[in-house]
């Protein structure tokens, strides 16, 4: 079956940096997307990544490693308004987008 | 402003009742799907729309019926309406369903119990 893991909750500090790991299993490989979703309003676009490597959009970095099955969302120089849930979707071979359940972010003072 | 809309905000419904929810995008996007959004799941595919005319089934369709008469709108019907339905809906659009830089837009989103 295909599958999207990354971890149900995270806490980071105000100013920090943060990691949000995704790993996944799926029946093919079409792009990996990151969206943020602010607690009752819909997913927000951040990152797509297609091929290797690390996609860099001012504070936001996303990673893929294909071969891995592995991605990341990296977060620096954390604001209180990045408390969200982040989620992670990759989409498949028929060019569905299959989603985890997301990666609710704390942020701390 | 451009974008998605759905209609409406929030419903309370009784079991076996009809309810339609609505979707309306004015992005002239191609591909619109409908999601619903369960506390610890993912967001699951009901239905999906590549163009208009066309419909296919998600991961999760039973129960749920759609339309795709023209290009901006995209209603979802629930014939009887069940408590495990319950859940948060979510209408997207996006401007192609094959491209690889595709990337899907969602509505607000419509907040379904069913009693």
């Known amino acids: 079956g295909q599958n999207i893991d990354q971890p149900t909750e995270m806490t980071a500090t105000e100013g920090a940096i943060v990691q949000i790991n995704c790993t996944y299993q799926t029946s093919g490989f079409n792009g990996l997307f990151w969206y943020q979703q602010h607690a009752g309003e819909a997913p927000t676009f951040l990152s797509y990544?297609?091929l290797d490597g690390l996609e860099e959009k001012g504070r936001f970095s996303s990673f893929l490693s294909r071969s891995k099955g592995y991605s990341y969302l990296l977060l620096k120089e954390l604001q209180m308004k990045d408390s969200a849930s982040y989620l992670c979707a990759v989409r498949d071979s028929n060019y569905q987008l299959i989603w985890g359940a997301g990666t609710k972010l704390i942020i701390k003072p | 402003i451009a974008g998605i809309t759905q209609a409406p905000t929030s419903q309370i419904l009784a079991a076996g009742r009809r309810m339609t929810l609505r979707c309306t995008q004015d992005?002239?996007?191609?591909?619109m799907y409908w999601y619903r959004q369960d506390l610890g799941l993912g967001l699951r595919l009901i239905h999906y729309?590549?163009?208009?005319?066309?419909?296919g089934k998600g991961e999760v369709p039973d129960g749920y019926s759609v339309s795709r008469a023209n290009t901006d709108d995209f209603p979802l019907t629930l014939a009887s309406a069940v408590p495990s339905q319950t859940s948060v809906y979510f209408c997207?659009?996006?401007?192609?369903?094959?491209?690889?830089?595709?990337?899907?837009?969602f509505g607000p989103g419509t907040r379904l119990t069913v009693l």
């Open positions: 990544n297609v």
């Open positions: 997207a659009s996006s401007d192609s369903a094959g491209s690889h830089a595709d990337t899907q837009y």
């Open positions: 729309s590549n163009t208009a005319g066309t419909t």
């Open positions: 992005m002239r996007h191609n591909a």
